[in-house]
């Protein structure tokens, strides 16, 4: 997994699961073996690096996360 603080871990976590509780089908996603909160960070990472962009909103980066989980 990339170096990121253990707050940015903990808000993706606390989101993901704020999202689960509110998505019974995300819930699902989230349970999978393959979906763990390393491959969830190593993801936004890449997006964030492949769209180049400087700032992003907190949903920007939710969704990114999301997304993968879907």
Known sequence: MAKVS???KETIEDKLQVM???DP???KN???E???IEG???YILSQ???IGAQGY???EIFESGRSLLR
């Open 57 to 59: 909103t907190d949903e």
């Open 25 to 27: 089908l995300f819930a």
């Open 40 to 42: 969830c960070i190593n």
């Open 34 to 36: 393959d979906k763990d």
């Open 6 to 8: 253990d707050h940015f």
């Open 30 to 32: 989230l349970e999978k």
């Open 20 to 22: 689960a509780d509110e």
């Open 48 to 50: 964030v690096k492949k």
